[in-house]
C-alpha cells in the first residue's frame, strides 16, 4: 500500500487520491434515482444532497487534511462522480435492493462482504459463499455469485450507500448523524470489507471512509492507518478467518462456537413498523428471566399456537453460575427483544411487568418459534452466557407461577436497591473509550455507575457475558478484554473510593500505567474521564467547594472555567480538581465523598440543578445560573 508515511501525520501534504477525486468532480450534482435519499452517502454525512460549489469548496479546505478527515468528503465526491457516469444504474443499488439486501443478508445468510480492489476475486468469492455471504464486489463483473458494485475506483461508494441506508432506515439515525450512525454500524452493520490487493490513493482512501462509517476490515498487513475496526490478513485463508471473526456479523465464532440467530429471527425487525392487528397477554401475562439451576432446553405448552392466548407465561431460567440475580434484570430486558427478531411480532413489558406481544396481520404468534428466537437470542446478545432454558406457558399454568415470579421480582429489587460499593465482592471495568481517550478505565460500581450514563447492569452484563457490540481497538489492545471484573476486598480509604486491586487494574490497563484513583475523590487522583461524561464535577478554588457544570454549556462558571477548557483538560486522562460523571453519579449516595458530598457543591449550572434540586442540603449557599 502507498502512504505508509500518512500515519498519524498526513497533514499538509496533498493526497493523490483526494486530488484525482477533486480533479474528475463533475460540474453537476445529479440524484440516484430509486432511493427516496436521492445521494445517500451526502445524506448520511451532510444531511442534505450536494450543493457543487461547496462542495468544492470544502474540498478545497480539506486538501491538505490528513487521510482521515478528508475520507468522508472524498466518500460525497466518490458519489457524485458515481452519479454522472452514464452506466451508474447498473451498479447503484436502489432502496428496493437494499431492503433485500438487509433482509437477505441479515436474516438468511452470514451478513455482507465487500471485496474491494481490483483484484481478481474468484478465491474470494467461492470461499465467501461457502460460508453463506452475499458478496458484493468491485470489479465483479466476471463473477457469477456476486453483486457487481462495477469496475472504478469509486466503486466503494454503492456499498457505503446501503451501509448508510441500513443506519438511517432500519437503526433510525437522522441523515447527517454520521457520528452516531458510525456507532451503530460498527455494532450492527451484518457486513465486513476486505481490502483484496494492492489499493490505489481513491481505492484507500474510500476504504478509509467506509472504516471510519463503521465497515470493519480486513486488509493488507502493511496497511498503514491505525482507525477503525480491522485486522491485517493476506492469502485467502487468512482473509476468510479473519472475516468471519467479527462480531458485528450474523454468525458470531466465540471460542470455536458458532453463534448465530435462526432464519425466522432478524434483529433488522425490532425496529420495523407495523400496523397492530392483534396482541396476546394480559395483566395475568409474565416475562422473566432469571438464575437457575438448569441446562439448555426448551418447554412449550400443549397447544403451541398462541393465537388468541390471554394468559401468557414465559420463564427463562440460565443455569450459569456467574448470573446473579440483580443482573437478571438487564438481561431480561434485552431478551424481551428476542421476540421482536420474529417477523410481525413486537414484545413489551411495562414497569409494572405486564406483558404483551403484538401481532402483525397475518402473523400468528407460535409458542415454539418464540422460544427458539429467545434461546438464540439471549447467547447472540451475550455470547459467554450458558444454559438457557426456556420455559412458555399458558392458561391455569401461567396463573400457577405467577406468585413465585412476583415473588421472585421483589426480592430482586430489594437486591438491586441494597447494592453498595461496600456490599459487593466485584467491581467492573470498561475500556470502551480508550479508542479516544487514551487513558481512560471507567470503573464501574454500585455507587459510581459509568460516566457516559449507561446502565451500570449493562456494562457487568458486558464482562461477565461479553456483548454484540465491540468498539474499536487501539492496536495494542487487540488481546485485551474491553471489560473485565475485579474482585476489591477492603478499601484503603472508604470516604474517597480508594481500592488495592482498584489501583493495580488501572495500573494495568491504562496505557501510562495510572498509579492511584480515588473512585470518589477529586483533588488528588480522580477517576479518569473520557469524552462521553454526562457532567463535569470541578474544584472551585476561589469558593472552597465543587462546581457541576453540565455538558456544552456555554456559560462560564466561577474562575472562568468554560465546558470547553474543562473537557479539554479532562478528556482521556487524570486530572486532579476535574472528573467526568453521570447524570446517576451526582444522585448516588457516595458522590464525591471525599470532598464533602453535594454539601460542598458551590456552583451549578442549570440542567444539573435540576438532576439535584431536590437533593441539594444547603441550595441556598449554591451559586447557580438561571
Ligand atoms: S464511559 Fe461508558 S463506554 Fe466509555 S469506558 Fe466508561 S462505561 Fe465504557
Request: net charge neutral; glycine share 10%; charged share 25%.
Amino acid at each position: 500500500m502507498q502512504h505508509k508515511d500518512n500515519k498519524g501525520n498526513g497533514k499538509g501534504r496533498l493526497h493523490p487520491g483526494f486530488e484525482k477525486l477533486l480533479r474528475i468532480l463533475p460540474d453537476k450534482a445529479r440524484h440516484y434515482d430509486g432511493t427516496e435519499f436521492g445521494q445517500p452517502a451526502a445524506m448520511a454525512y451532510l444531511g442534505k444532497r450536494v450543493d457543487m460549489e461547496n462542495l468544492r469548496k470544502q474540498a478545497g479546505e480539506l486538501r491538505t487534511s490528513s487521510p482521515e478527515q478528508m475520507c468522508e468528503i472524498a466518500m460525497v465526491m466518490a458519489e457524485m462522480i458515481e452519479s454522472a457516469a452514464p452506466d451508474h444504474d447498473k451498479y447503484f443499488q436502489t432502496d428496493t435492493k437494499t431492503r433485500s439486501h438487509v433482509f437477505t443478508g441479515s436474516k438468511w445468510r452470514s451478513g455482507w462482504v465487500f471485496l474491494m480492489g481490483n483484484s481478481n476475486h474468484s478465491e474470494l468469492e467461492q470461499r465467501f459463499k461457502e460460508r453463506d455471504f452475499l458478496v458484493f464486489a468491485q470489479n465483479g463483473g466476471n463473477l457469477k455469485n456476486v453483486i457487481d458494485l462495477g469496475p472504478r475506483e469509486t466503486a466503494a461508494v454503492y456499498f457505503l450507500q446501503i451501509m448508510v441506508r441500513y443506519a438511517m432506515i432500519w437503526g433510525g439515525i437522522n441523515p447527517g448523524d454520521d457520528h452516531e450512525m458510525g456507532h451503530l454500524l460498527e455494532k450492527d452493520m451484518p457486513g465486513v470489507v476486505v481490502a483484496h490487493g494492492k489499493l490505489t490513493p481513491v481505492e484507500e482512501l474510500l476504504l478509509l471512509g467506509l472504516m471510519k462509517m463503521g465497515a470493519p476490515a480486513v486488509v493488507p498487513t502493511d496497511y498503514p492507518w491505525d482507525l477503525g475496526s480491522y485486522v491485517g490478513a493476506e492469502g485467502t485463508d487468512r482473509i476468510i478467518e479473519a472475516a468471519t471473526k467479527f462480531p458485528n456479523l450474523r454468525v458470531k465464532e466465540i471460542q470455536g462456537k458458532i453463534i448465530d440467530l435462526p432464519v425466522f429471527c432478524n434483529p433488522a425487525n425490532i425496529t420495523v413498523e407495523f400496523e397492530v392487528e392483534s396482541s396476546i397477554g394480559s395483566g395475568g401475562s409474565f416475562f422473566v428471566l432469571m438464575p437457575g439451576d438448569v441446562k439448555n432446553g426448551i418447554e412449550l405448552p400443549k397447544n403451541e399456537d398462541l393465537t388468541h392466548c390471554d394468559a401468557i407465561g414465559i420463564m427463562i431460567e440460565i443455569g450459569d453460575k456467574r448470573l446473579d440475580v440483580s443482573t437478571s434484570e438487564y438481561i431480561e430486558k434485552d431478551a424481551l427483544r428476542g421476540i421482536s427478531t420474529i417477523t410481525g411480532l413486537r414484545a413489551g413489558q411495562s414497569k409494572e411487568g405486564k406483558f404483551l406481544i403484538h401481532c402483525a396481520k397475518g402473523v400468528k404468534p407460535n409458542a415454539s418459534i418464540i422460544a427458539e428466537a429467545l434461546q438464540r437470542w439471549i447467547p447472540y446478545e451475550f455470547p459467554y452466557l450458558k444454559n438457557v432454558h426456556v420455559k412458555i406457558l399458558t392458561g391455569d399454568d401461567v396463573k400457577k407461577v405467577k406468585l413465585e415470579v412476583e415473588e421472585f421480582r421483589a426480592e430482586r429489587q430489594k437486591v438491586i436497591g441494597k447494592e453498595t460499593d461496600d456490599s459487593v465482592k466485584y467491581f467492573h471495568y470498561c475500556l470502551e473509550c480508550q479508542p479516544f481517550s487514551k487513558d481512560h478505565v471507567c470503573i464501574i460500581t454500585p455507587d459510581r455507575p459509568p460516566m457516559c450514563g449507561r446502565d451500570r447492569f449493562q456494562q457487568k452484563a458486558a464482562a461477565l457475558f461479553g456483548v454484540s457490540r465491540h468498539p474499536w481497538k487501539r492496536r495494542e489492545l487487540e488481546g485485551q478484554e474491553i471489560r473485565g471484573s475485579i474482585e476489591v476486598t477492603n478499601a484503603t480509604d472508604v470516604k474517597k473510593g480508594e481500592y488495592f486491586e482498584v489501583n493495580r487494574a488501572i495500573e494495568r490497563l491504562s496505557p501510562s500505567h495510572i498509579k492511584r484513583v480515588q473512585l470518589h475523590g477529586l483533588r488528588e487522583f480522580p477517576h479518569t474521564s473520557c469524552g462521553c461524561f454526562q457532567f463535569l464535577v470541578f474544584w472551585i478554588e476561589s469558593l472552597r467547594g465543587i462546581g457541576i457544570m453540565e455538558r456544552d454549556y456555554q456559560g462560564e462558571a466561577p474562575e472562568g472555567f468554560t465546558w470547553d477548557k474543562l473537557a479539554n483538560s479532562a478528556g482521556g486522562k487524570q486530572t486532579p480538581g476535574i472528573v467526568g460523571v453521570s447524570r446517576n453519579y451526582l444522585r448516588s449516595k457516595r458522590f464525591m465523598q471525599g470532598e464533602g458530598g453535594l454539601d460542598a457543591v458551590r456552583w451549578i449550572s442549570p440542567r444539573a440543578f435540576e438532576v439535584l434540586k431536590d437533593l441539594l442540603p444547603h441550595p441556598n449557599e449554591v451559586q447557580m445560573v438561571k
